[in-house]
């Protein structure tokens, strides 16, 4: 105690060393902070102590002139460098627990063996068939054998395999299997489809078991290179695997460039999983395979690489809205949406149309919300809510670049992103990132990343129709391909080639946004929106090579105009006492001019005169073309140099 007494003074500029020591040992595990930056800061703050501790013992062996003001001063120096250091320590090595947390490279998937409430499990049998979903997951696999060999409900157990979920569970109720093994939260995945409404009631669980999945790590990024991720919104509040998936969001991004594509893709969208020896489902029930299998479908509908993903569910959502104070959204139009809970009623979330401040249940309800476009229509398809969630989806954005400008703010954002998301980054990816962002913001002058971002946002629009008694859509070739046109543009794959033209109005202001229409419409290339918001066919004379001009679709043709060379008018704009051009038939209703045969109609397979056969291949954009009509500003202006 003496010695304590005796010394104290020795101590407490002692003490400040220490504190430094624990900052600079935090600092080096942030791998993707600049170096030059990390050393010059952690050599400052031993300087700084190091002089502390000299000049204290010059003092303190002073005589008694001036040494206590300057013993006083010294201290205050040592307090203030030791709470300082202390507080950043705490700082720093909070911010590593949490993205050690984000980027924890295990998954646990959880499994239940499933049969019906009224199977008798004591009537003798010679053996048991158990279904199981294809997998070429290796971890799966094994501890799904290692289960069937140890559990004792069922003696000798075959396995027969089944390449989509809904075909499982309809061979369980059919009677062709005694149970099943599936993911253990398919009464959430399922209650929603008519057949299986009462699941949880009509099936008891047997048993559980669990695999563990070795996540691999993406490749070591350079933000000086574009690079894509897939961004996967989970409709749950549980477990991030095997949990339903509600948005899917495929981004290409170029930070030298500050460019950002964001392309919407349905879930509900029908196509083959490779991770289910290509067996086709909604794009929802990929996850029930793991993140993998989901990335895997989207690189195979998009025929490219996407090495990083980020997977987040509503608890995160929600929280993350909350940290952020809210979000500014321009909300479309006004609606009223189930909140948080599914609760209809008086509980729902009611919004005005206008600019203003979402909080976390608002915000969840206009990503929910599947009201086309500001009608009254509901639609009961993905298209209108895939692209009021790009509106949440940049709002979010704008506030997180905000948020992490300050380590302060940072840490809680980033606790409760580690504690709510699954991804293959590495925590060197993050800090790259975060480094990166940071310093252009300094050279910036601290603005908004959002103010100076080009973003393009696009839909794949498709035809809705039934499979396996789900609702599903069909994607469109053709937005696919242009999408991914844009894509690899924005990733520097394919070069631009670019027409020239420009066209001004004042007084008309439009909103670079391209969006695949598809409400109802046959099977085809689709169509984008004009300027008017009406949409203009993406038609077979794109890849046909036609001349790159804005054409507009038929009934838009002005009356009394001519139509543009190689378009017909409409039977309805046809001048009164003028022929339809060859191979057309008159107006509905309407009689052929006087002493003229009414037209022989032309066979399927044939083609009018003078117009080239439609493509068969799904049209890709065209040479110097946006897939949007000419009165818009292309959205990239400075990546490419114009």
Avoid at 403 to 412: T, Y
Wanted: aromatic fraction near 10%; charged fraction near 15%.
């Amino acid at each position: 105690m003496n010695f304590f007494k005796e010394h104290k003074f020795k101590i407490l500029i002692i003490l400040p060393l220490f504190s430094v020591a624990l900052l600079v040992l935090s600092l080096e595990s942030f791998t993707g902070i600049n170096r030059t930056l990390r050393l010059y800061a952690s050599g400052t703050l031993v300087l700084l102590s190091l002089l502390i501790i000299f000049l204290g013992l010059y003092f303190d062996r002073r005589s008694s002139k001036g040494k206590k003001a300057g013993r006083v001063i010294v201290g205050m120096f040592a307090i203030a460098l030791f709470l300082g250091s202390s507080y950043y320590t705490y700082i720093s090595m909070s911010l590593g627990f949490a993205l050690n947390n984000l980027t924890d490279t295990q998954t646990v998937r959880h499994y239940s063996l499933v049969t019906l409430v009224d199977l008798d499990l004591n009537s003798p049998s010679v053996y048991t068939r158990i279904g199981t979903l294809e997998t070429s997951e290796e971890a799966t696999i094994s501890a799904r054998t290692e289960f069937l060999e140890e559990q004792s409900f069922f003696a000798n157990p075959v396995t027969e395999t089944f390449d989509y979920p809904v075909g499982l569970l309809n061979a369980l109720y059919a009677g062709e299997t005694e149970a099943v093994i599936i993911n253990s939260n398919f009464v959430e995945l399922f209650s929603d489809l008519p057949t299986f409404e009462n699941i949880g009631t009509e099936t008891v669980v047997l048993d559980t078991f669990q695999v563990v999945i070795d996540r691999e790590v993406g490749s070591e990024i350079d933000p000086g290179e574009p690079f894509s991720i897939l961004f996967l919104g989970l409709n749950t509040n549980g477990p991030l695997a095997g949990g339903l998936v509600n948005t899917y969001m495929l981004l290409t991004i170029n930070l030298e460039e500050l460019s950002l594509t964001v392309t919407s893709i349905p879930r509900d969208s029908f196509i083959p999983l490779p991770c289910r020896n290509y067996g086709h489902d909604k794009l929802s029930h990929a996850n029930m395979g793991g993140a993998a299998c989901a990335v895997g479908a989207i690189e195979r509908m998009f025929d490219m690489e996407i090495p990083y993903y980020v997977m987040l569910n509503f608890t995160g959502f929600m929280d993350i809205v909350d940290i952020l104070g809210g979000i500014e959204v321009d909300v479309p139009f006004a609606f009223s949406e189930q909140n948080s809970r599914r609760q209809f009623g008086a509980n729902m979330i009611t919004l005005e149309a206008g600019l203003q401040t979402l909080n976390a249940e608002e915000a969840l309800a206009l990503s929910r919300h599947r009201n086309l476009r500001g009608t009254s229509v509901m639609t009961g398809n993905d298209f209108a809510r895939v692209a009021n969630q790009q509106l949440v989806f940049s709002a979010m954005l704008r506030g997180m670049f905000d948020q992490i400008s300050n380590p302060q703010d940072m840490l809680p954002l980033l606790q409760v992103i580690g504690d709510n998301v699954e991804t293959n980054f590495s925590s060197h990816d993050i800090t790259v990132m975060i480094d990166y962002i940071l310093s252009n913001a300094q050279f910036r002058g601290n603005t908004n990343l959002m103010d100076e971002l080009h973003m393009m946002n696009m839909v794949i629009g498709g035809e809705g129709g039934q499979a396996h008694g789900m609702s599903v859509v069909h994607p469109y070739q053709s937005h696919i391909a242009n999408a991914r046109r844009m894509m690899m543009v924005n990733l520097g794959v394919e070069a631009p080639d670019f027409t020239f033209s420009f066209q001004f109005n004042a007084f008309e202001q439009t909103r670079p946004q391209w969006i695949g229409s598809g409400f109802g419409t046959s099977p085809g290339p689709g169509s984008f929106p004009d300027s008017n918001g009406n949409h203009i066919e993406d038609s077979g004379e794109w890849s046909e090579g036609a001349s790159p001009g804005y054409v507009p679709p038929p009934d838009q043709t002005p009356p009394g105009q001519e139509p543009p060379p190689g378009e017909t008018p409409p039977p309805d704009q046809v001048p009164p006492g003028q022929e339809p051009p060859p191979g057309q038939n008159p107006p509905p209703g309407g009689e052929p001019p006087p002493g003229q045969e009414p037209p022989a109609q032309q066979p399927p397979e044939q083609n009018p005169p003078n117009q080239s056969p439609p493509a068969q291949a799904p049209p890709a954009a065209p040479p110097g073309q946006w897939p949007w009509d000419r009165d818009r500003e292309p959205l990239f202006p400075l990546p490419f140099g114009l």
